[in-house]
């Protein structure tokens, strides 16, 4: 079988993530300048709880989850700035702020929409190397959508 009309576009270089904020960032930041390897990364999560009965049969049900969310995101990025500013906030005012996040990937042509999300922790300072390193920030969301774009 031939390998034409195959579509191989896997890239991310033309990804776009656009976090909000309500209250602090109610139209939207695009982020910007992301770490070499890596923009986001959504962790595994586990939908179904097993257990194995003593008689050796199994029981299983699906569970809720959390959808967690990493950024990564170079030290010279201005939204990491927009970030701190967001964990500023929660300290301030000790207090938490819902957030949003939206990847649209064109390769594959989906859009994800992440909802009802807190930021869970990040790293406010850029670990100070040869070169200053890239800075994380988890998310932890309520509701992931997937759609065609």
């Known amino acids: ?47 179904t709880e097993t257990r194995m009965g003593v008689d050796g049969y199994m029981a299983a049900g699906y569970t809720p989850v959390i959808y967690p969310v990493t950024v990564t995101l170079e030290a010279a990025s201005p939204s990491r700035f927009s970030l701190s500013t967001l964990w500023e906030a929660m300290a301030a005012n000790k207090r938490v702020y819902a957030c949003g996040l939206v990847a ?3 390769s594959i042509g989906e859009r994800i929409t992440w909802s009802n999300g807190v930021l869970k922790n990040g790293v406010i300072v850029p670990p100070m190397r040869k070169v200053l390193g890239p800075t994380t920030w988890l998310f932890h969301f309520e509701r992931l959508e997937r759609a065609r774009i």
């Open 104 to 106: 649209a990937l064109p």
């Open 1 to 47: 079988m031939p390998l034409t009309n195959l579509n191989f576009d896997i890239t991310s270089a033309n990804a776009e993530l656009v976090l909000t904020v309500g209250e602090i960032f109610p139209a939207g930041i695009v982020l910007q300048m992301f770490g070499t390897d890596q923009s986001a990364n959504m962790d595994s999560v586990e939908i």
